[in-house]
């Protein structure tokens, strides 16, 4: 009985894994509604396994349920993601800041590694493309944790970073953007392992202000539709 219980578990968690990077991709688009029966046939799920996973998808504001509208993928208005930069540029570079103060050496050369892991990622996407796994796999999740502010990483590590990470990625597939994200991630590393933590918050704060103004021409340019 355990082990039956362990596989629906664990195909449970491989549903969940697989629908939420094809939201953080775009490959289930914002605002996209969804069915159980599409889903299954399309990712090769089983119904169970898949409810579970929408659920919990659901819990992390990654989508929706509204009555007699069904189940969508959630979206935001251009204004309402212009603000949640405006949001992360002053909370991350807090964090960036204390992360300079507070990560150990270890914590610093682990952090180094895997942005060498992200440069291979890149080269084999040709540069097309900088995608981040969840969780200790992403820059920006390791530099809230560092910070060691327990209330500032629970803000950052909330609903906001799962909703964040769905435009972060369509937006690094900009031409040359993956390489120069990946270069400004490396140059806020460097402050934090000089404990420069003034220069690590101002970093942090220019690389998203960066990335706020690339959003704001796509939106002007109408190439990102929201």
């Known amino acids: 009985m355990l082990a039956a219980t362990s596989q ?14 094809a ?8 605002g996209e509604k969804i069915g159980e029966v599409e889903l299954c046939e399309r990712f090769n799920l089983t119904r169970g396994p898949l409810r579970e996973a929408l659920g919990r998808l659901e819990s992390r504001g990654l989508l929706v349920r509204k009555p007699h509208a069904g189940v969508k993928v959630v979206s935001v208005s ?17 964090a960036a800041r204390q992360a300079a ?9 682990d952090l180094q ?16 493309a900088y995608y981040q796994g969840e969780g200790d796999y992403d820059f920006h999740y390791r530099i809230a944790k ?13 609903d906001l970073y ?30 934090i392992a000089q404990r420069d933590g003034e220069l690590a918050q101002f970093l942090m704060q ?21």
Do not use: W
Request: contains cysteine.
């Open 162 to 191: 799962y909703m964040v990470r769905m435009y972060r990625y369509r937006l690094s597939t900009s031409a040359g953007r993956p390489q120069k994200a990946l270069g400004e991630h490396r140059h806020i590393v460097e402050a």
């Open 23 to 30: 939201i953080v991709k775009g490959d289930l688009a914002p």
């Open 113 to 128: 590694a895997t942005l060498d892991s992200h440069e291979k990622m890149i080269d084999l996407a040709q540069g097309q």
């Open 206 to 226: 220019r690389h998203i202000s960066a990335a706020r103004r690339n959003i704001e021409q796509k939106i002007k340019a109408g190439v990102l539709n929201l």
């Open 146 to 158: 560092g910070s060691r502010n327990t209330k500032l990483a629970q803000m950052l590590l909330g």
């Open 101 to 109: 103060e507070r990560m150990t050496d270890a914590e610093i050369a």
């Open 8 to 21: 629906s578990q664990t195909r449970a968690d491989e549903a969940f894994d697989c629908l939420q990077t």
């Open 78 to 94: 251009g204004d309402e993601l212009l603000e949640l930069y405006h949001i992360r540029e002053s909370m991350e570079g807090l």
